[in-house]
């Protein structure tokens, strides 16, 4: 089963102008059983990011302490910065999946779905000319 996800029109975190991305509505939660789930977002899907990648203000909601994950430093859309690691379930269409993401405070959107955490579970397509995203689920055996 494939869904397809329309492009998202974001404005650029430089103020000028604006651009398109695939957004996916997600949830996240701790990964204990019965934890409660975030808020649903949207989150980009970007196959330049490592991992998944998530606003430390939407991991301080669902009860993580984000300054006692594994300090891990990196360099992405927003320049230079600190990400804390932790274990969470992502909700997400096709079902939940475990992953380690990252949270920030200086990350200037909610969510990324990045290549570990999300591209191993999905294969991922992108259409520009269409401004949308399709994903299928990959159910390993």
């Known amino acids: 089963m494939s869904l ?14 604006f651009f398109y991305a695939a957004a996916v509505p997600v949830n996240i939660a701790r990964p204990e059983k019965n934890s409660p789930r ?15 990648q998530f606003h ?10 984000i300054e006692k994950g594994q300090v891990k430093d ?3 859309i927003g320049g230079p910065t600190k990400m804390y690691m932790h274990e969470i379930t992502l909700y997400i269409p096709g079902g939940p999946i475990q992953v380690r993401a990252g949270f920030s405070d200086s990350l200037p959107v ?6 570990h955490g999300f591209f ?3 294969t991922v ?16 055996a």
Do not use: W
């Not at 430390?56 to 302490?65: D, H």
């Open 125 to 140: 397509t992108f259409d520009p000319m269409a401004l949308r995203c399709e994903i299928e689920r990959i159910y390993q």
């Open 56 to 65: 430390a203000g939407l991991g301080r909601a669902i009860g993580l302490e």
């Open 38 to 52: 975030s808020k649903r977002i949207e989150a980009i899907v970007d196959s330049g990011a490592t991992v998944c």
């Open 120 to 122: 191993d579970h999905f």
């Open 74 to 76: 990196t360099l992405g």
């Open 110 to 115: 909610v969510g990324i779905l990045g290549m």
């Open 4 to 17: 397809k996800f329309p492009y998202k029109k974001y404005p650029n975190t430089d103020g000028g102008g």
